[in-house]
């Protein structure tokens, strides 16, 4: 099977040119001017930017336990639908990927089910380190530490383990960073002021900078300490930027970070609004924080943009402060809300595909995948960045029904979706017909 994709203009490694794109069963085969070949499917991409695949290196899909919300079906196809042609998600499910065989089984849901390509962390707790030790850095990208997380079993806070972990383990560890008894004390102080009905407005000072400083910092001096490879995820304040490093290429860095969508579409005076539908952890926080988060992106502090998606049910969302869950779905609107931020003259396209694209890949060592390259996967998105539309509830494709996104017009469009050479979306359609692959690990 052929596909030739003509006249588009390619987005890759800094650059920006137009070419042909000649793919064959699931690679690029050939990228050169007028290809001339016969092939059994032809693509006039006159007029479109053809980008790699985006590379989500955070994501909750919710399965198995939690499928009131989400599953990896509903939300693989919403991620294909936004150009998002492979993720990696996260152990916090029920049961919680504590195990290798629980981490084993949710890879064969995703075999079964999944529209795009996967990986899944291996989650740390208190008591599993010999299980930890076991994993394979070859078939998982990385392992997961919520350190700061008041919920399930997920919560690492014993210092001894936490040690054992950055001095054992070879693979790279990403952790949430959060410090529990800093967030404790700020909802007790809270609840004196307002009792139970706490304004949503009061969720950046109760998971404040203070309590994501703390916990971050933290971390950066036990990875300095044994020399470990550290990945922090979602940034959330200005603060924690001085931790971080830009001198140094990618390849090289030891410790990096990531900024999500949320952080740097959202700032405190839209909680007025949008009010639990933005209540994440870490928090929205200042306009302060998310100008010095756009910037850090820019002069490359933060290496990497991912979504955080975590859906949960509208009916779950329409509590109040402390009943309604953090989270929310990005997916399907992560690659056209950065692309919104490229037609305001804020980032370069290059910069974009760099953070979302070539620094994941880099980052988590992921084979073949992550650039427009010939030999590698044809994992490739075709976008219009003249093309205007409106996000409304008849075409979000997250099984929780809603965005929040949901009312704005973007101007950009995602058309065309590959994963490993398989044409999953064009135009609005879907050809379920082929599951995306296990990421392999170059380590």
Sequence with gaps: MQTLIKNAQIVNEGKIYKSDVLIEHQRIKKIAVNLDVNADSIINAEGLHLLPGIIDDQVH??????THKATIYTESKAAVAGGITSFMEMPN???????????????????????????????????????????????????????????????????????????????????????????????????????????????????????????????????????????IFHLSTAKELDLFDNSIPLA????????????????????????????????????????????????????????????????????????????????????????????KGKIPLAKIIEKMCHNPAILFQIEERGYVKQGYFADLVLVDLEKTWKVTKDNILYKCGWSPFEGETFNCKITHTFVNGHLAYANGNFNESQRGMRLTFDR
């Design 252 to 343: 090289e860095k030891r410790i990096t970070s990531e900024v999500c969508i949320h952080h740097l579409c959202f700032n405190e005076q839209d909680y007025e609004q949008k009010g639990t539908l933005i209540k994440w952890n870490p928090a929205v926080k200042k306009e302060s924080d998310r100008s010095a988060l756009f910037q850090a992106l820019l002069n490359d502090k933060l290496d990497v943009i991912a979504t955080d998606h975590a859906p949960h049910t509208l009916e779950e969302k329409s509590n109040t402060y402390f009943k309604a869950p953090s989270g929310g779905p990005l997916v399907q609107h992560a690659l056209p809300a950065m692309l919104e931020f490229y037609k």
């Design 61 to 66: 899909f919710r399965e198995p336990g939690l």
């Design 93 to 231: 499910t029920n049961p919680q990927a504590l195990t290798q065989d629980l981490l084993e089984e949710k890879f064969e849901i995703a075999e079964k089910n999944s529209l795009a390509n996967f990986t899944f962390f291996m989650g740390v707790s208190n008591d599993n380190l010999d299980e930890v030790l076991k994993t394979n850095p070859k078939k998982v990208g990385a392992l997961k530490i919520f350190m700061g997380s008041s919920t399930g079993n997920m919560l690492v806070d014993d210092k001894e383990v936490l040690e054992e972990i950055f001095e054992k383990s070879p693979m790279l560890i990403a952790v949430h960073c959060e410090d529990e008894d800093t967030i404790q004390n700020n909802i007790k102080n809270a609840k004196e002021k307002y009792g139970e009905e706490v304004p949503i407005a009061e969720h950046l000072n109760i998971r404040s900078a203070e309590a994501c400083y703390k916990s971050s910092s933290m971390a950066v001096e036990l990875a300095k300490k044994h020399n470990a490879k550290l990945h």
